[in-house]
């Protein structure tokens, strides 16, 4: 007797699972998305056929025992369906709709869009391939990408996607300039430019020159660890010390070269800096 | 032996009760989330893990608000880009049709796949299983177990999480 509630529970609440589960439609298990399919139905009379997801809905009026035809580009958005045949009673099926496995979208992220040259892995991206109708695609697909364009050696590589998504990661290039980083998968591309700058300056080196004012004091040319120009804007910091006193200078790079004038103390020493690169010093004796 | 039973009550009870379309169901779907096991060079901190997992389960009860409400509003907080759009063109079509939708989640297996090296976006899969159902002019015209493997991508934008890609398969 105490078992007799919880079987009538069962049974209630088992109905309108029973109802959802009777077979009169006959659906594909799996379409690929935009293309054309057909639902057949069985029975006679009319009906209305629904077919729902969370990004399409459809409603038809339907004759039963008739095929149901569903044209191309009706159902154009992956995931799950539901079909649901009413009229009398109700019928319903599932299917799964997939993406089109023909890459027309190439989400690309790439970062930076500006660093130094010479950076081992200092360039990254990440892509997600999309079909036409904006559906990621899933199945493994190749994605070349490729870094070229500052006349240094061209970089590239083949990485297929796990569930729609693909990465790498480059060096930049040994030469400034842009550079063209694309990301292609089938017949789609997609570009971003990656500004290459110098590095910091490999080496700096002054020389010292007395004059009516002063001492002359002038850099060579700033250059990063591989030849490049360090930009004029960069600043250098001329430092003169003396009788215990200290005198300091910046001053931004001009073509190339960075110049300042400091009073002629003799037995000053003389040292010059940028960023974290030391460079000579120089002890003034007196008239050089 | 009873134990058993009265769960197996229970949760029929509770598909029954949806099939009636009660007031959504408070209970908090099961949630098991995998180890981490990343594509990609990016770290992901565990605080961050946290947060775009609490907020993509957030995004179900907004789907299923804006879905059954015939409501795009809703969907503002937790949808973004290209999901957002495709779920609002099926609620402009829902009204159009007359129909309504409900999805309940009942459990969630997820795992964070990959996180795009600079940032900006989060890759997740999850085996869900949930109920959706079908209303039209205020009739349950029927309710469907379904399990699907849900690919999902969230981006971030000011204070949360958002989900711009929301597609389904088969598990």
């Known amino acids: 007797m105490r078992r007799s509630p919880l079987l009538l529970s069962l049974l209630t609440a088992a109905v309108p699972l029973a109802v959802a589960q009777?077979?009169?439609?006959?659906v594909p298990k799996m379409?690929?998305?935009g293309s054309a399919f057909s639902i057949q139905t069985s029975g006679s009379g009319q009906a209305t056929l629904y077919i729902m997801g969370t990004d399409d809905v459809l409603k038809r009026d339907v004759q039963l025992g008739q095929p149901v035809s569903i044209a191309a580009d009706t159902v154009n958005h992956a995931g799950?369906?539901?079909?649901?045949l009413t009229g009398g009673g109700t019928d319903t099926e599932q299917f799964d709709v997939q993406p089109a496995n023909r890459p027309a979208t190439v989400a690309f992220l790439a970062r930076?869009?500006?660093?130094s040259t010479g950076l081992h892995n200092g360039i990254t991206g990440a892509v997600y391939v999309f079909d036409p109708y904006g559906n990621l695609i899933t199945n493994p697909t190749s994605v070349y990408f490729q870094l070229s364009g500052t006349g240094g050696p061209e970089q590239?590589?083949?990485?297929?996607?796990?569930?729609?998504?693909?990465?790498?990661?480059?060096?930049?290039?040994?030469?400034?300039?842009a550079a063209k980083f694309t990301a292609r998968a089938g017949d789609v591309s997609s570009t971003r430019v990656i500004q290459q700058v110098p590095g910091d300056p490999c080496g700096l080196r002054m020389t010292a020159k007395r004059d009516n004012k002063g001492i002359q004091l002038q850099t060579d040319p700033l250059k990063d660890c591989s030849g490049n120009p360090v930009p004029d804007g960069t600043v250098v910091t001329f430092t003169e010390s003396y009788y215990g006193l200290q005198t300091t200078v910046d001053v931004p790079l001009k073509r190339g070269v960075a110049q300042a004038e400091v009073p002629a103390h003799p037995g000053a020493t003389i040292s010059a800096a940028t960023g974290v690169v030391m460079g000579n010093e120089i002890h003034w004796g007196g008239n050089e | 032996m009873r134990t058993p039973v009265l769960m197996l009550c229970l949760l029929l009870g509770a598909v029954a009760g949806f099939g009636d379309e009660q007031p959504a169901v408070d209970e908090q779907p099961a949630v098991r989330v995998e180890p981490l096991d990343l594509s990609g060079p990016r770290p992901l901190a565990d605080q961050t893990q946290q947060a775009v997992i609490r907020d993509y389960l957030e995004a179900w009860h907004s789907l299923d608000g804006a879905l059954g409400q015939n409501r795009p509003d809703l969907l503002n907080t937790d949808f973004t880009g290209s999901a957002k759009d495709n779920l609002t063109s099926t609620i402009h079509q829902q009204t159009a049709l007359g129909v309504r939708a409900r999805y309940q989640d009942l459990s969630h297996d997820v795992r964070v796949v990959f996180y795009s090296p600079e940032g900006l976006s989060v890759q997740l899969v999850d085996n869900?299983?949930?109920?959706?159902?079908?209303i039209a002019q205020e009739k349950v015209l029927t309710t469907q177990r379904v399990h699907e493997r849900y690919v999902v991508v969230l981006t971030p934008s000011e204070v949360r999480w958002r989900v711009r890609v929301f597609q389904g398969e088969p598990e």
């Not at chain 1, 799950?80 to 649901?84: F, K, S």
């Not at chain 2, 869900?128 to 079908?134: I, S």
């Open chain 1, 156 to 177: 590239s590589r083949t990485v297929q996607t796990h569930d729609g998504a693909a990465w790498t990661q480059m060096d930049s290039s040994t030469k400034e300039g």
């Open chain 1, 22 to 26: 009777s077979g009169s439609l006959t």
């Open chain 1, 112 to 115: 930076p869009s500006r660093l």
């Open chain 2, 128 to 134: 869900v299983e949930y109920n959706v159902q079908l």
């Open chain 1, 31 to 33: 379409v690929t998305a």
């Open chain 1, 80 to 84: 799950h369906y539901l079909v649901v």
